[in-house]
């Protein structure tokens, strides 16, 4: 397999401990180079902490995780980030006491904010471009989700974990959200790796799907067969995705 085609995040048997629970027990996938890959599950599956242990927050007690072919498991989390994956965290991670401006300023390591860029972002996400130069913290639920997607993608990154971005918020912040993603997309250097409840977005944006249970991977393929299968979705969620639009 060329290294253009061989998927960009591969994860083979990781185990994740965290004091004296064991949470991942064995996960394997893949995610491929150039698409919005959804980690799906019922709550408390495994899906943040697999998060988590890919960005190095929390270590694998065994088992790989490899990145455009490097083995980054026993990396410390500055090092995952150098090497061109963000992570937005369900809680935001955004500061609250500081401007919009002064956020997007933090999170542009490189130097400073290319304009460009900034002004695709604020295509994206209208509001930060009004909300500017206000505190962080007085922002709507959906206008902080917003903030926490632009300061990763403040700048080029190979490779997005984002954790629930529409957890909490109205149905027309969810349809703004999911034409952000179409746009983040269409970059083909672009690689997303989605953790969402939210059926419509899932079925909406995901090229790929992994859907995790008890700590493992149990069902991997296109997103769009599992959105047109009903009997799957009850089998591995518990519902159907109809049922969540």
Avoid: C
């Amino acid at each position: 397999m060329s290294s253009d085609t061989a998927p960009l995040l591969t994860l083979t048997g990781v185990n994740t401990h965290i004091g004296p629970y064991h949470i991942l027990q064995g996960v394997d996938f893949a995610v491929p180079r150039g698409s919005l890959t959804m980690l799906l599950g019922r709550n408390g599956a495994g899906k943040t902490t697999t998060l988590r242990t890919i960005m190095g927050l929390w270590h694998a007690s065994a088992g790989a995780v490899r990145f455009d072919g490097a083995d980054i498991t026993a990396w410390a989390t500055p090092d995952i980030a150098q090497a061109g994956i963000a992570y937005v965290p369900e809680n935001m991670g955004i500061f609250a006491d500081l401007t919009v401006r002064d956020n997007l300023l933090l999170a542009a390591r490189s130097g400073p904010i290319d304009e460009t860029r900034l002004r695709w972002i604020f295509g994206l996400f209208p509001a930060l471009e009004r909300f500017w130069s206000l505190a962080a913290g007085v922002l709507s639920g959906g206008q902080k989700q917003m903030l926490s997607i632009a300061r990763a993608i403040i700048e080029p990154r190979r490779l997005f974990l984002i954790d629930e971005p529409t957890k909490g918020l109205a149905p027309a912040i969810i349809a703004n959200m999911i034409e952000a993603f179409r746009e983040l997309k269409k970059n083909p250097d672009t690689t997303i790796l989605v953790v969402e409840q939210n059926f419509l977005f899932a079925k909406s944006l995901g090229d790929a799907v992994a859907v995790m249970d008890n700590g493992r991977v149990v069902h991997a393929g296109a997103m769009a067969a599992l959105a047109e299968d009903r009997g799957l979705q009850q089998r591995l969620l518990g519902l159907s995705l109809d049922q969540h639009q």
